[in-house]
């Protein structure tokens, strides 16, 4: 939303909703993985009974490949999804302007870091069905901005914003820089 500082203000909460939509195709191959290693190592205990000095029926046991690799990331997609429940009562709120963004983590309601970033410093933009993605600081570490909750508008300025590929049939707006309004940092008033 357009705040009355010129800005763009949203936030996110729904961490799990994140998570799922970021391994959604992995972990469907990883799904896939498991049940043909789970047909394939089944095939050769089947068959080692019925055919017990076929030494063709030993090639089954590639089968095992798929299955473990299915296994770890099926179980590793189950604990990143427990991970992000954990952060159950946390908000990351961003506000954009012109020139950096301020974003502000909540816990439980009550601030508990504020930072303010310039645009320069985000490495990597991804942009997904409901997400736009922005990498800052941490490789691995992603920042979500639910594009469900802002106009087509807001996430064209956005993503000019962040530097990633913006849509050209859809106007972008004119927001006001970080330092012509007051942002409270660490619960301290500065002017920036």
């Known amino acids: 939303m ?4 010129n800005s763009i203000k949203t936030e996110v909460s729904d961490f799990v909703s994140v998570q799922k939509e970021l391994s959604y195709k992995l972990n469907i191959v990883s799904i896939v993985a498991l049940i043909i290693g789970s047909a394939g190592l089944l095939a050769y205990f089947v068959l080692g009974v019925l055919f017990e000095e076929a030494k063709w029926v030993d090639a089954l046991l590639v089968f095992a490949v798929p299955f473990t690799l299915g296994l770890v990331f099926v ?10 429940q954990k952060n159950a009562g946390s908000t990351n709120v961003y506000e954009f ?8 983590e909540m816990r439980f309601g009550s601030e508990i870091a ?15 069905a409901n997400y ?4 800052y600081r941490v490789k691995n570490l992603a920042y979500p901005v639910d594009k469900t909750k802002l106009s087509p508008v807001e996430v064209n300025t956005i993503k000019r914003l962040l530097g990633a590929k913006i849509d050209e049939n859809i106007e972008v707006l004119q927001l006001s820089t970080c ?3 007051e942002i409270n940092l660490n619960n301290n008033q500065q002017s920036t």
């Open 2 to 5: 357009i705040t009355e500082n």
């Open 75 to 84: 179980v590793a997609f189950r604990t990143q999804i427990k991970q992000s």
């Open 97 to 104: 302007f012109s020139d950096c963004l301020v974003m502000r």
């Open 114 to 128: 504020v930072v303010r970033v310039s645009y320069g410093d985000i490495f990597k933009v991804k942009n997904t």
């Open 132 to 135: 736009l993605l922005f990498f």
């Open 179 to 181: 330092g012509s309004v």
